[in-house]
């Protein structure tokens, strides 16, 4: 199975659809509490063209308020009919795509900015999304990210364990993503600006990172690996 056929299966299975239903219901208190000032924080001052890759029902679309255009990639129906209904309520030109991060079906050198917040945990194939991520910015583009992490000591053996079984009833998500390795092994130069454990705090889902990743050039990522 490829990775496209085997996401696609994963998100349009019943518990997939499930997730995407409910997703907004289960998510209004950690919104409401943390989601939003931090939102605010990260897209406000965002200018110029911004991809949203696994935009989900659009909860960053009422933010960005000086972004020149968005386009928003997201590959499940359930979740695409809400984010499609939210672009038409913001004033932002936002185009919505069926597509998913590890083949994006645009062009090279686009965005100034790439934008993922809680999806990297759940894309299949990670290296190939972010060689996408990387192929569609512009030079001197930036992704911007807010995604949880592996965590360090004990949790993070009892995420390993959990991995299997929270991948299951969450839609795909990886407990255990070490995010931070695979940007630097793609290429990314990143920049950690916050580490943020909110409360409840669930094993399955700390800490989460809030950070931006360059592209370096080619030649000093040959260098690195020698
Ligand atoms: C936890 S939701 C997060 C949604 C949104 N980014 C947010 O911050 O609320 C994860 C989203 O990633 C999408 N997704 C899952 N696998 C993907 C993939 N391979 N490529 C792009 N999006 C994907 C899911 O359909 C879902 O909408």
Known sequence: MTTTAETNSRLESRAGRFFAR????????AEEKWGRPLRTLMFSELTGTVLEVGAGSGANLPYYAKARALTAVEPASEMRGKLLRRAEEVELDVEVVDAWAERLPLPDDTYDTVVCTLV??????LPAALSEIR???KPGGQLVF?????????????????????RRVAGGCNANRRLLGALRDAGFQVRVHEVVRPWPRYPTNTPYVRGTAVPLPLTAVRDRRG
Request: proline share 5%; with cysteine; aromatic share 10%.
């Open 22 to 29: 409910y997703y907004d219901a289960m998510t209004a208190r």
């Open 120 to 125: 990297l945990c759940t894309v299949v194939d």
């Open 135 to 137: 192929r569609v910015l």
């Open 146 to 166: 807010f995604e949880h992490v592996r965590s360090p000591g004990v949790v993070g053996l009892l995420q390993d364990v959990l991995a299997p079984l929270w």
